[in-house]
């Protein structure tokens, strides 16, 4: 067998697939351990969580000039572990994974139909056009949905978590550079569509 | 589509097969089939013209414009 570029990457997606799918088990396993209350399993361990702060007051430091300062760390992100920590965090936590695990590996399912069709000699059809415009449209959804669901996760959890002298981030950020090439894709994919069409109207024409 | 094409009926006319046509206008029988079976979307003035040549007909005698039956019941 010839091997080509398509074969190449249609063994790195089948590779990512396989890595999805044991990193879903993981993920469930996990799930029905923390309800399960396991004690072999070190919850606490994960209940670490990202924040993102504005501020931190450290206090008074003393310096190499043997005297105090007042320091301050700003504008920065972190992983923070408490101890004995609410688990619905955690549960939180491993929904928001699941989702956007999902969405990817709807993702390469898309991008698998793809390169399957490509394998077969089909590149120019309509319907690679439309399984194309959705890989946009999830990518789309990806930086928009997800990250407004990370939102109200951090607000669930920032309203539980409060430190002296730490001022918290929290604002929605968009994933820009995904949310771009999201549109850049369903432009790309519009055009193949149209140009698909055309093509079908050419093969028709006696 | 409401455009129905009658060549069928001309080749039988003719006593001519499609294979025939195919050969003597030099259009795949590919084409000539998608036209015989109303698939086609678009027709070339070249091709209608060989067909017309060939078959000794007017376009109008290929091409036949029936109007859709509206079966909506609302």
Known sequence: MKLTFIHVVDWLLKIIWFFQMIFAAV????????????????????????????????????????????VT????????HISGMDSRIVGFK????????????????????????????DYFIRSNGTTLRKIAISIIGISLF????????????????SIEGVILKR??????????????LFVIAQIFIKGAEIKEEQDLTI | ???????????????????ELSDR?????ANLSILK??????????TLDAICKELNCQPGDILEYKKEENTNTD
């Open chain 1, 146 to 161: 997800l990250n407004t669901f990370h939102y109200f996760i951090s607000t669930y959890i920032y309203k539980h978590f």
């Open chain 1, 171 to 184: 604002t929605i950020e968009l994933d820009t550079r995904t949310f771009l090439f999201g549109i850049m």
């Open chain 1, 94 to 121: 491993i929904i928001g994974a699941f989702m956007e695990l999902l969405v990817w590996m709807y993702v390469i399912y898309l991008l698998r139909r793809i390169f399957a069709k490509l394998k077969v000699g």
């Open chain 2, 1 to 19: 589509m409401p455009l129905i094409t009658n060549l069928d009926v001309i080749l039988a006319k003719r006593k001519m097969t499609l294979t």
């Open chain 1, 27 to 70: 993920l469930i396993f996990s799930a029905v351990a923390i309800m399960a209350d396991v004690s072999w399993m070190d919850i606490e361990k994960i209940k670490g969580f990202n924040i993102s702060f504005t501020e931190i007051n450290l206090g008074d430091v003393q310096m190499h000039d043997n005297q105090t300062h007042a």
């Open chain 1, 73 to 80: 760390l700003t504008n920065g992100s972190g992983r923070v």
């Open chain 2, 37 to 46: 079976k109303g698939k086609a979307r678009a027709i070339r003035f070249t």
């Open chain 2, 25 to 29: 206008i030099n259009i795949t029988m």
